[in-house]
């Protein structure tokens, strides 16, 4: 556990070439992945939102720490990806128009395609129409919509619009996910899974494919 905070520090306070030696560290140890993550990263990331509330720190930490998160997260992959699974469908993922935050997008990435799930991934600040645009292109079953801001989060509701005004709402299952988002909001706005973290949204993916 002492192991896990000092990851969660490490990363709150920016210190990349110590975080990835401790999660090296961690790996040989052998903790999971998962826990290197949740309890480890991520619990650095939201104590450093915690920090950023109470202006103690400032949007550069938060860049600094989200750059360490995507380079320890490319160390993790390996060990995440369990491949070797059968193809079960794809799914265009994306974090939602005037939203930037991709880590957690990043995450569920990581997951579904350790899924089997063939995913495209639309990057950051993805408009109703480039979701539904890449769902017909690719066929994909799946639309997925990250958003980390609760100005933002409203794109979902415009992505469900569209994708009914396109006719194609009962051949696309749309999920939702991100910090502000939750169970009523996705029944509010008529999409149809709300997943809290990237783990169960990959789960749950695979399911709505099958
Ligand atoms: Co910003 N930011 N940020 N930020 N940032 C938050 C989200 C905030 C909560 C901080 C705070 O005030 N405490 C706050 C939002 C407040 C609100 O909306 N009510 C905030 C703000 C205000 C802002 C700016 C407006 C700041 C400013 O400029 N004044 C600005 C907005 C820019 C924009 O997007 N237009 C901004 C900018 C940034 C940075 C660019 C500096 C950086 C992002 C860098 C990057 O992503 N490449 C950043 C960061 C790092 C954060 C915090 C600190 C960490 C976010 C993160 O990566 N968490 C965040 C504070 C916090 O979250 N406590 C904060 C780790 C990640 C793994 O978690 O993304 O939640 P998360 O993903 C989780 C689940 O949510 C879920 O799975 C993951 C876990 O497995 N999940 C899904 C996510 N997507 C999913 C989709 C699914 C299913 C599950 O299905 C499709």
Redesign the pocket.
């Known amino acids: 556990a002492d192991l896990l905070s000092a990851i969660a520090s490490a990363l709150e306070h920016g210190q990349q070439k110590k975080l990835l030696s401790l999660c090296r560290q961690a790996l040989d140890q052998g903790y999971s992945p998962d826990d290197i993550l949740s309890k480890g990263m ?1 619990k650095g ?2 104590d ?3 920090a ?2 109470a202006n103690r720190a400032f ?1 550069p930490e ?2 600094i ?2 750059r360490c ?1 995507t380079a320890a997260m490319e160390l993790l992959k390996p060990h995440m990806a369990a491949s070797g699974h059968e193809p079960v469908g794809s799914a265009c ?1 994306g974090t939602v128009q ?8 990043n ?2 990435k990581i997951m579904m395609e350790g899924s089997g799930i063939q995913v495209i991934d639309l990057g950051v600040d993805v408009s109703p129409q480039q979701f539904i645009d890449a769902a017909q292109q690719h066929h994909c079953g799946i639309i ?3 958003s ?4 933002t989060m409203q794109g979902m509701r415009q992505v469900v619009e569209l994708a009914r005004a396109r006719g194609i709402r009962d051949q696309v299952k749309i ?6 988002i939750s169970q009523a909001f996705c029944d509010e706005i008529g999409a149809d899974a709300y ?5 169960t ?1 990959a789960r749950t993916a695979v399911a709505l494919l099958r």
Do not use: N, Y
């Open positions: 991520v990331m939201s450093l939102g915690d950023f509330s949007v938060m860049l720490a989200a998160m993922l005037g939203d930037m935050h991709d880590i957690g997008k995450l569920v997925a919509c990250s980390l801001l609760t100005t999920m939702v996910g991100g910090a502000p997943t809290p973290d990237a783990g949204a």
